[in-house]
């Protein structure tokens, strides 16, 4: 199972970029996903999750309002639209998803069982 993120770069603050993660190996259509982050000398931080089939998203505080997380089942894919960037959201962002059939997007945000490479996302001021 891979899961492949991309869209990741250098952005100023106030900005947008989008994330998308490409799975492979087995189809996640029934199973959460969503995104972590990790910033530089810090611990790896839940960012946003979505249901199996796109109905319910669940977001860290710190980014509601400003990041909108969608998927294609059709392509086996999750997104991250990220507006307003802060520099407080730089950081790598992983990919995640679940191995729980049809679980709620908040069981990601407290155990993914499949991770992705990162994305390096910076955020100058």
């Known amino acids: 199972v891979q899961l492949q993120a991309s869209g990741g770069g250098l952005v100023q603050a106030g900005g947008s970029l989008k994330l998308s993660c490409a799975a492979s190996g087995r189809t996640f259509n029934n199973d959460a996903m969503g995104w972590f982050r990790q910033a530089p000398g810090k611990d790896r931080e839940f960012v946003a999750a979505?249901?199996?089939?796109?109905?319910?998203?669940f977001y860290a505080d710190s980014v509601k309002g400003r990041f909108t997380i969608s998927r294609d089942n059709a392509n086996n894919s999750v997104h991250l639209q990220m507006d307003n960037l802060e520099p407080q959201d730089t950081g790598v962002y992983y990919c995640?998803?679940?191995?729980?059939?049809?679980?709620?997007?908040?069981?990601?945000?407290?155990?993914?069982?499949?991770w992705g490479q990162g994305t390096q996302v910076t955020v100058s001021s």
């Open positions: 979505i249901s199996w089939n796109g109905g319910t998203t």
């Open positions: 995640a998803a679940n191995n729980w059939h049809r679980a709620p997007p908040q069981r990601l945000a407290q155990r993914p069982d499949y």
